[in-house]
């Protein structure tokens, strides 16, 4: 097979870019290690950038997201019980939409028309460092090859695409936390209108949602925990423990239909173009999901690499490639401060003892007390320009 552009992993970067290919009659096959069903029953993050809603509008997925997504306004920010709501349209006039990352992944799968192919075993890229590069893959038992002028990896942070690259051309940045989020999903209506992000002495809890009547809850748990060691009462208890006495007691518990620990890393990998193989999304970065940027980063990246592609193929014209790690890259490290930050003021740290604690508490009546603190939380929390 020949195509201009081979796209490795079928997540929201490989869906969205090989969506926005589609769109500008640019010939792009997507090779996907899992199934569908796999792909989809992942659960992730929940919050989309205004940005994000756009792009899925230009790729003319966005209308189930308009009728079931829910437009937020602001947000809850709490510390030992204390409250404040910070108002992204009266601080910066913008908004976010809670929808399911797996809703973003179920209406691009729906859209798109060119070949995905699923349950490709072995994927290996080839001579990305010369004109004419080319992908391998086995599938019911047999090699396959694809021929291109370009590779996108977006295969997430454990795919092959980065590991294909040298060590020597590489620069990485990495800072693992102590800690991880357990998050549990319920059919019960959320606690709340809004997202609460929670700070406590025993850790950090954080009351998000899928829809009206499905909630999704973390608690911060120590790096190795064990979701076994985690009963739905244990964990309704423990969070109970971190919200405000109200929030407590107003939340419905229900039993958990999701429940798992993910670990908190902070990753960028640099630069992000190799020859002809362009790396973007989880591939390239991770954040902390403290301040939800990571699908929202998947989609900036991608957006601006189709962009570039459609100068390439369409125009002729390398600049726009030739610009894309030092473009992206700007926003992608604003994304890895603004989320360290979110984390760091809200997750206990035990080595930073009584006086880091001192600090979080001073940093959260600051932001309290100040409107020029609240802005820089709103324009970040609600996507910084692309
Ligand atoms: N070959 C082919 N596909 C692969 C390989 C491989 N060797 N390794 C991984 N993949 C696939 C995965 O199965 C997955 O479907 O690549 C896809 C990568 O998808 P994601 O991990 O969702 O990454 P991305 O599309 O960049 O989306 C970023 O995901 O983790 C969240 O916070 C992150 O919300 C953000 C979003
Ligand atoms: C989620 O709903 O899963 C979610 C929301 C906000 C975050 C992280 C995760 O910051």
Not at 66 to 75: K, M, P, Q, R, T
Not at 109 to 119: D, G, P
Not at 320 to 348: C, G, P, Q
Request: with cysteine; hydrophobic share 40%; proline share 4%.
């Amino acid at each position: 097979m020949r195509v201009q552009v081979a796209i490795i992993g079928a997540g929201p970067s490989g869906l969205m870019l090989g969506r926005l290919l589609e769109l500008a009659g640019i010939d792009a096959v997507i090779v996907e290690r899992k199934s569908a069903d796999y792909v989809l029953g992942r659960i992730r993050a929940g919050v989309l950038e205004q940005g994000s809603v756009d792009l899925m509008d230009r790729a003319l997925a966005g209308a189930r997201m308009h009728a079931e997504g829910l437009v937020h306004h602001g947000i809850e920010m709490g510390f030992d019980g204390d409250r404040h709501r910070i108002d992204f349209s009266a601080l910066v006039g913008s908004q976010v939409m809670v929808y399911g990352q797996t809703e973003v992944t179920r209406d691009l799968m729906a859209i798109r028309q060119s070949r995905t192919i699923y349950e490709a075993e072995d994927v290996e890229l080839h001579d990305f460092d010369g004109q004419q590069p080319w992908v391998s893959y086995r599938k019911d038992g047999a090699t396959h090859r694809i021929d291109c002028a370009v590779i996108a990896g977006c295969d997430g942070f454990h795919g092959v695409s980065r590991r294909s690259v040298p060590e020597r051309s590489l620069t990485t940045f990495e800072r693992v936390y102590p800690f991880g989020w357990l998050g549990v999903l319920t059919d019960r209506p959320p606690v709340a209108d809004e997202l609460i992000y929670a700070h406590h002495e025993r850790g950090f809890a954080l009351c998000s949602q899928r829809s009206r009547t499905r909630s999704r809850y973390y608690i911060q748990v120590p790096a190795d925990e064990q979701v076994g060691a985690w009963s739905d009462d244990r964990f309704w208890d423990e969070l109970r423990a971190r919200l405000a006495p109200e929030t407590a007691e107003a939340m419905q518990t229900g039993p958990s239909i999701e429940k798992s620990v993910a670990q908190l890393r902070s990753f960028v990998a640099e630069p992000l173009r190799f020859g002809q193989l362009f790396l973007a999304g989880d591939a390239a970065h991770i954040v902390p999901p403290t301040g939800a940027k990571g699908l929202n980063l998947a989609m900036s990246d991608v957006a601006a690499l189709a962009d570039a592609l459609i100068e390439h193929f369409s125009e002729g014209s390398p600049a726009a490639l030739d610009a894309y790690s030092n473009h992206v890259l700007s926003r992608i490290w604003k994304a890895e401060r603004f989320s360290w930050w979110m984390t760091s003021l809200l997750h206990t740290f035990p080595e930073t003892g009584p006086f880091g604690r001192r600090i979080q508490r001073a940093e959260f009546d600051y932001l309290t007390g100040s409107r020029a603190a609240q802005q820089s939380l709103a324009e970040n929390y609600v996507g910084l320009p692309a």
